[in-house]
């Protein structure tokens, strides 16, 4: 059977569970029997013979095929077959919630996901920006502008954004370098001075090898400063300064795509507010970088167009000079 084609529709009829409740009330007193003790036992048939259901419950082995064959089962085989799907189907739709996030369900449409993506991400970006200290982003700016190297840390997921804050200031002139193997990191952040800027980037705040090199970088004199959705968690409280994101708990679980999203958000702010205050050597730096990889890049149609007006001109120019 394809995995696009509907099952058949006695698998895809209600749940084990719903079955007994639905026929408990007509059912013969024997088999009463039965269904109460699996509402109460529901894993029962899959610990338990037919025999030994039919010792449980004081009934015999014909009552309880009798009992699978009212509920819809050829017999007592396929009843525990059906109990076993549902449950995995229960733990895996637990695990989805746990995993993915309550926001989405495994059914929903691709309507229904981006509907609810732009949803979350716009709430999540709007209210980051609400509670953004401008000021104190306007001093983080400065000082990583004066800093003679920044440490940014960040392990797993983080260690992404922390690739790209540092790729970006790098490429403006800033000795940025980043750490997601903490015994590098550590390293690193043991040689920092009060000259340098430290950044710890964890959306839960908790990750141990990110605190780590934080705090081994502030015993070494570096401003540090922690990007976090936490203001409470161990890496705010042992930084000197926090930036504080948010993301919906409805959403994707910790370390996800909520939490990424409002990270750039911050990363580019800081960018930009470094930029400007290093406006000159920023645009000097943006140039060179360009200059240096514009042979590598393919010209758009319009300048292959223009080029090639122009090697025709040059072509008609000798050509009427010959003349």
């Not at 895809?12 to 509402?39: F, H, T």
Request: aromatic share 4%; with cysteine; charged share 20%.
């Amino acid at each position: 059977m394809s995995a696009f084609t509907s099952p058949p529709a006695a698998v895809s009829a209600a749940g084990v569970v719903n079955r007994i409740q639905a026929k408990l009330p007509d059912m013969p007193a024997a088999m009463a029997k039965i269904g109460s003790y699996l509402l109460e036992h529901p894993q029962a048939p899959l610990e338990l013979s037919i025999m030994e259901l039919a010792e449980k419950t004081k009934t015999s082995p014909a009552t309880v095929t009798r009992f699978c064959r009212l509920l819809g089962y050829a017999g007592f085989v396929p009843f525990r077959v059906s109990i076993a799907s549902d449950l995995g189907r229960s733990d895996a739709r637990e695990s989805w919630k746990a995993d993915i996030g309550r926001a989405f369900g495994p059914d929903d449409s691709a309507k229904d996901v981006l509907s609810t993506l732009v949803n979350a991400h716009t709430r999540s970006l709007q209210e980051t920006a609400a509670v953004m200290d401008l000021a104190l982003m306007n001093k983080i700016a400065r000082r990583i502008a004066m800093a003679s190297h920044v440490d940014i840390y960040g392990i797993g997921g983080s260690a992404v954004m922390a690739k790209e804050l540092q790729s970006r200031l790098y490429r403006i002139g800033i000795n940025a370098h980043h750490w997601s193997e903490v015994h590098a990191g550590l390293t690193s952040a043991a040689i920092q001075d009060t000259n340098s800027v430290a950044i710890g980037i964890s959306n839960t705040g908790r990750t141990e090898e990110t605190l780590q090199m934080l705090r081994e970088a502030g015993e070494a004199g570096a401003l540090t400063i922690a990007l976090s959705n936490n203001p409470g968690s161990p890496l705010a409280d042992s930084a000197d300064a926090s930036i504080i994101t948010s993301v919906h708990e409805q959403f994707l679980q910790p370390d996800d795509l909520s939490a990424k999203h409002v990270q750039l958000l911050v990363i580019d702010l800081i960018y930009l507010l470094v930029a400007q205050v290093n406006f000159a050597q920023t645009t000097s730096k943006l140039a060179a970088s360009a200059m240096a990889v514009s042979p590598h890049r393919r010209p758009t149609r319009n300048a292959r167009a223009d080029a090639g007006a122009l090697r025709n001109s040059r072509t008609t120019r000798k050509g009427e000079g010959n003349l």
